[in-house]
């Protein structure tokens, strides 16, 4: 079984902002040679997300704004016990646990199998710093 590792360094410049990494994953799994197997996409930080869905714009602007109603942003402790501690960033800690830490792609024949319409984002809930997004492809 082959192994290739990676990791992709994002540094949107919104506080909320998602971004389609699908060719940056589509690259990686065509150098790691694996023709058949897994490819996992992780956010590695607790304020950001890696997940599946549509490149469509109103559809980003409807996660946005029905985010900020779940969890709006407010850097006052008073909402949010977290921002106690001195952070600000309690709602972006809630919307990563809601739109999740990573996904699975199957690869089939070299390439992503996906859905109509799937493609891989990067969500991102509190910015404008750099994070990563560890990139594993597994398989033969």
Known sequence: MKSHTEYLTLNLPARMAFENITPRIEEIVAKSGVREGLVLC??????ASVFINDDESGLHA????????????????????????????ADAHLKRQIMGREVVVAITRGKLDFGPWEQIFYGEFDGRRAK???VKVIGE
């Open 132 to 134: 990563r997004v560890l």
């Open 42 to 47: 992780n956010a590695m930080h607790i304020t």
């Open 62 to 89: 409807d996660y946005a704004r029905w985010l900020e109603g779940l969890a709006p942003f407010d850097a006052s402790p008073a909402r949010y016990a977290h921002n106690r501690t001195g952070e600000d960033n």
